[in-house]
């Protein structure tokens, strides 16, 4: 596995180190995937699974759509390493597939159980508290209002659980989603308490 550990240490180089969309954010991914993989019985490709999981976010240092510059960067680096075209081709998916926006905007579905099982992680690290705390700290940096923040957990949050693939990620996503949806109406609760009215319609 030197070419997988090669590539970690290459996303951990280009990826920040900030909560929301860094390397932290690489790593629980990987958690929340051997989750599931454990949960379902999955039969799986690690080298695959891990390249997608270390791969996924690192355009993001390129800009917008992530998973566009993502894909293209993954595709040089893993042609550099020796990896087959029918390799490459999987992991891109793995990668355009993941993102929710661009995924949904280009049509692209994932061809793969490995593609499957990063596309719930990377959903389910959007969740729970720690979902919360990373549409914070990635809207504070933005520059986003409050009032448009939290319309964003409303709006795409509250319905990552219906794009899960797997019964493990929609368990996990329930407790997730309690967690999310009583922090989030704890912020309101108190910015309201202070006068300030809360408009997400």
């Excluded at 709006?155 to 219906?162: A, V």
């Amino acid at each position: 596995m030197e070419r997988i550990e090669r590539i970690r240490s290459y996303a951990e180089r280009i990826m920040d180190n900030s909560f929301d969309h860094g390397f932290p954010h690489v790593l629980r991914v990987k958690s929340y995937a051997y989750m599931i993989v454990e949960g379902e019985g999955l039969s799986v490709d690690d080298e695959l699974l891990l390249v997608g999981i270390y791969l996924h976010d690192i355009g993001r240092r390129v800009g917008e759509p992530h998973a566009y510059y993502s894909a293209i960067l993954a595709k040089l680096v893993l042609s550099l390493l020796g990896y087959s075209q029918c390799f490459i081709e999987k992991a891109i998916n793995m990668i355009l597939s993941h993102s929710y926006s661009y995924s949904r905007k280009h049509g692209i579905k994932p061809l793969t159980v490995e593609a499957r099982v990063l596309s719930d992680a990377d959903k389910l690290d959007a969740l729970g508290v720690i979902g919360f705390t990373r549409v914070i700290y990635y809207s504070a940096r933005k520059g986003r209002s409050i009032e448009e923040t939290i319309k964003h957990i409303y709006d795409k949050l509250y319905s990552l659980d219906k794009l899960l693939y797997y019964n493990t990620s929609r368990k996990i996503a329930g407790q997730l989603m309690g967690s999310l949806k009583k922090t989030t109406d704890e912020l309101i609760k108190e910015l309201e308490s202070l006068g300030f009215k809360i408009n997400i319609d």
